[in-house]
């Protein structure tokens, strides 16, 4: 299957974007837990040890930004593909179509981020995840963006690259 492009690219953005979040909150939550484990035993008593959970610390303070970087590639990702896919302007209206459908479930998407954000343990771990929170609490306007944005790269090509691909 050749395949360089689909409309359906948007939707699948959602979904990833959803579960990349929920591994980042699972793995700062399991490294903050670890570090408070070890750092309240009486086993990591030397100042290795100390050093090494204070690395962790740090590892598990730019989470969030390994959140936003793999975001902005998914974003870059979409932008690109939509440049490259030659296309006739008459699928613009599945196109549309196929935003709206994404942008409701990315709806359902957040609304299942926000259900899972606020759960007691998890509420703090989300304070300290305040770009993810942002971006999967507001994945309906991020989808919507993205996909007109999109539409806009694939169809308002000039014809002069037409001829080239």
Partial sequence: MNKKGFFGDILFIAVILLFAGLAVMFLFFLLDTFEQTLSTTTLNDTDFG???LQGM????????????????AMV???????WLVPLNF?????????LILAVVVSAILANVWEAVSVTGTLATVTASLPITNFVLLKLPFFVGVIGIMGMVAMFAKPQVLEGLQ
């Fill in 50 to 52: 100390a050093k090494s």
């Fill in 90 to 98: 008459i699928f613009a209206g599945i196109y549309f179509i196929v």
């Fill in 57 to 72: 610390g740090i590892i598990s303070g730019k989470m969030d930004y390994v959140f936003t970087a793999f975001f902005v």
């Fill in 76 to 82: 870059l990702g979409i932008l690109v593909v939509s």
